[in-house]
């Protein structure tokens, strides 16, 4: 888990909810909040019912900088508008462990936070140090979580981020120095991939789409590849790959990860690094 700023969708647990709203809408609303309610629920849980019962909240207060227009033209019903209430209650009594994430930032930071969920709770009608209701905790157990990611899924993404950094420092490689960062995308269509090509902009030394025909298993495909010079620590590498993540959903494409060549530094005979 990640967490990078205020916004419940600062946080790896909840990029992947970010695009489910974006497909399915109220559905992904209430599947969250429902999921954040059991008294087993896991962190991540609490994150996508915290995120739900924000969106159900910007909504309400018509709040156009927090949601996109068309996440604030949804009609949330009465029904969800409690759970999303009942969620901000079981957080408050159960999920510690989710307001804990922003303690590392400091103090002031943790009372912007609790800032927030008291401005949230009074958007959506209640009194932010009200107790739990009879109702907030659902019977039962929470969704289990999943033996392994969906391919397609930022948590998959987030997974290769790890393994190809932790690979790397194994190896000895100096992330901290720049080098050329390739991102690739695979494309359905030559259409799909001049949108890649044109979302990427000026920012990437961008190949012409590469047309590969199809072979045993696989479809016929069109393969950008950007490329763009910085250091492939842990901070960019995040940053670079959310970026490449929702072009590739927002163009329809694929993201294939990225690469770049290893850099090991030499050590003087003293030990210091040259």
């Excluded at 205020?6 to 559905?27: A, C, H, V, W």
Aim: hydrophobic share 40%.
């Amino acid at each position: 888990m990640t967490v990078w700023g205020l916004s419940p969708f600062d946080d790896d647990d909840t990029i992947d909810f970010l695009y489910e709203i974006r497909r399915t809408g109220l559905d992904a609303l209430s599947r969250a909040c429902r999921d954040a309610r059991f008294k087993d629920s896991r962190d991540e849980q609490h994150a996508e019912g915290f995120a739900a019962a924000y969106v159900v909240a910007s909504i309400l207060t018509n709040d156009s900088e927090a949601v996109s227009s068309e996440v604030l033209a949804l009609n949330p019903s009465a029904a969800l508008i409690d759970s999303a209430g009942s969620v901000l209650r079981m957080i408050t009594a159960h999920g510690q462990a989710y307001l804990d994430r922003w303690s590392q930032f400091g103090e002031d930071v943790v009372a912007l936070k609790a800032h927030q969920l008291n401005t949230i709770a009074l958007a959506l009608g209640f009194d932010p140090q009200e107790p739990l209701r009879p109702g907030d905790l659902l019977d039962g157990q929470a969704p289990a979580e999943p033996a392994e990611f969906a391919l397609k899924s930022w948590q998959h993404q987030r997974s290769i981020n790890l393994q190809l950094l932790s690979m790397r420092l194994k190896m000895k490689d100096s992330v901290e120095i720049e080098r050329d960062v390739d991102h690739t995308f695979a494309c359905s269509s030559e259409k799909i991939a001049l949108a890649v090509a044109k979302s990427l902009g000026n920012d990437f030394s961008i190949e012409v789409p590469t047309f590969l025909p199809a072979e045993e298993g696989e479809s016929e495909c069109w393969v950008v590849v950007a490329t763009k010079t910085y250091a492939p620590d842990f901070e960019n590498t995040w940053g670079y790959t959310l970026r490449m993540y929702d072009i590739a959903y927002t163009c329809g494409a694929d993201y294939d990860g990225w690469g770049a060549p290893i850099i090991k530094q030499k050590r003087s005979w003293f030990g210091k690094q040259s």
